[in-house]
């Protein structure tokens, strides 16, 4: 299947066309060898060895990855943590990186304490703010601009295609974590990214059955050779049964990420004018600070995460988040099943989010259940 021919849905749906030409089966085996034979005349003509470094099991959720992001290459990792602090370890200690003040939590504890401490730069600034990128910006000393957009758990948006246009007019290369977005709304390497990266663990498995990541290059280079190099040496490789159930989940990625784009709005216009809340962040609502820009950027939908900052501080945050029946109380995003969270709880001192901050990542159930159980728990919880 050529997937510049057909639509993103046909590519996930159909897993790129892939069928077995042995026995026909149109779903792919489970490969579960970790090492692969060499040739009689001491070769590796397969151009496998090793388990650690290579699978055949990644070839075809890789390339669907690849094609939904439009991209030259995609690999797979065992996190979405081992994919990203990937992309940070292929530079050189010394090296001056620019990430987002509002990111994914532990991305940011390993940028502030583990990278820094290795020898990187890292600066972290108000990436929404173009102005703030091209003062922070140094050419020729900052190497790599890390976005997140739609970003945890504020939901804030930065426009990539401008980030990506200062980022190389610094000779920097700009990567975005695109986890809440999804290739099925945002595709970062046509707006001028260098690197998109997945927490495979969300949206693109989107069964809450397994941890993976995916770091998806728009060109060969030598960082991507490093990256490439450093998932074999460091080891973050994903297992066969993971690759294979995440291609499973990727089969039905933009239904899944429409119906939860759908239930977010929903939740989202439900509350605005809620009498017990005082703030829903949501970039679909016409009225959030990155709406205009996140209209140009993500196409069908807005994303299905969303925080609510309910009134009566921490204590009513965390009441509410234990009365909700439907809305699971666990941590994570972008399964079937519509989760929330207390943020505060889990990010503790230092973080940004505010401490009456629940966020909510919308699954696929019904909106009016999703609607109903909020308003019982709202209700119960402010009493
Ligand atoms: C936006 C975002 N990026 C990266 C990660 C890290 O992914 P993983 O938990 O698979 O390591 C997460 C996990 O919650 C995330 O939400």
């Not at 399964?335 to 629940?358: F, K, Q, Y």
């Amino acid at each position: 299947m050529d997937p510049k021919r057909v639509h993103p849905d046909t590519v996930a749906a159909q897993a790129l066309g892939w069928i077995d030409e042995a026995t026909r089966a149109v779903t792919p085996p489970l490969h579960l060898s970790s090492t692969y034979l060499r040739d009689p005349d001491n070769q590796y003509r397969s151009g496998r060895v090793y388990a650690r470094a290579d699978n055949p099991a990644f070839d075809q959720p890789e390339a669907v990855i690849n094609a939904l992001e439009g991209g030259h290459e995609a690999l797979l990792f065992a996190s979405g943590m081992a994919a990203a602090t990937a992309c940070f370890l292929a530079l050189a200690p010394g090296d001056h990186v620019l990430a987002p003040k509002v990111m994914y939590w532990s991305l940011r504890h390993w940028l502030t304490g583990f990278a820094a401490t290795w020898g990187l730069q890292v600066e972290l600034i108000d990436m929404p703010d173009p102005a703030a990128l091209r003062a922070a910006l140094r050419p020729g000393r900052t190497k790599l601009v890390w976005v997140e957009t739609p970003a945890n758990p504020l939901w804030t948006i930065t426009d990539i295609a401008d980030a990506a246009a200062a980022a190389r007019a610094a000779g920097a290369l700009l990567a975005v974590d695109s986890t809440v977005a999804t290739p099925v709304l945002s595709r970062p390497l046509a707006l001028g990214a260098d690197f998109v990266m997945h927490a495979a663990t969300k949206y693109l498995n989107g069964h809450s059955d397994l941890v993976a990541g995916v770091l998806v290059t728009r060109a060969d280079s030598e960082h991507w050779q490093r990256v490439r190099k450093l998932r074999a040496q460091l080891g973050g490789t994903l297992g066969s049964f993971e690759a294979w159930l995440l291609l499973r989940g990727l089969r039905t990625l933009p239904l899944r990420v429409r119906a939860a784009c759908s239930n977010a709005e929903r939740v989202a216009r439900h509350f605005e004018h809620h009498p017990l809340v005082r703030e829903v962040l949501y970039p679909g609502l016409p009225g959030a600070p990155g709406h205009e820009v996140a209209k140009r950027q993500m196409h069908g939908g807005f994303g299905g995460m969303l925080s609510i900052r309910v009134d009566g501080g921490d204590a009513v945050a965390i009441a509410v988040a234990a009365h909700t029946r439907i809305w699971k109380r666990a941590t994570s995003l972008g399964g079937t099943e519509s989760l929330i969270e207390h943020r505060a709880s889990v990010e503790g001192a230092g973080s940004p989010v505010p401490p009456d901050l629940l966020r909510l990542s919308a699954g696929v159930e019904h909106a009016d259940d999703l609607v109903a159980d909020l308003e019982q728990a709202l209700a119960r919880a402010s009493a």
